[in-house]
């Protein structure tokens, strides 16, 4: 089991950058990935964006492309969220897959962290 604690979630205004960490307890495979998913008061959790480990490849969900980086640094991933707006505002999950084939499924993944609050005040 990996367990994933987050942080970095807080209160900015809408315009602002925020930077959210997941660090893992472990890692392990060869074609894993982490991702963050998000969810808003009310809504469905949704896919933000994924790093696969081995090649450092990442992908974005429509709304956050060219907003949003993800990275990764030893066991660590990183969201760097810039021109935040106040649809950004959710809950924001990282999570870990050994193969994350699918990885728009939240259910791809088997490891979640706890959530970390982002509000974007407009």
């Known amino acids: 089991q990996v367990q994933l604690v987050e942080s970095g979630g807080r209160l900015v205004q809408a315009g602002g950058s925020l930077r959210l960490s997941c660090t893992a307890s472990r890692l392990y495979g060869s074609s894993y990935g982490m991702a963050w998913f998000r969810q808003p008061p009310g809504k469905e959790r949704e896919f933000v964006a994924i790093?696969?480990?081995?090649?450092?490849n990442s992908y974005y969900a429509d709304s956050v492309k060219g907003r949003f980086i993800i990275s990764r640094d030893k066991n660590t991933v990183y969201l760097q969220m810039n021109n935040l707006k106040p649809d950004d505002a959710a809950v924001y999950y990282c999570?870990?897959?050994?193969?994350?084939?699918?990885?728009?499924?939240?259910?791809?993944?088997?490891?979640w962290g706890q959530g970390t609050q982002v509000t974007v005040s407009s």
């Open positions: 790093i696969i480990w081995s090649n450092r």
């Open positions: 999570a870990w897959a050994e193969y994350p084939g699918h990885f728009y499924d939240p259910g791809t993944f088997g490891s």
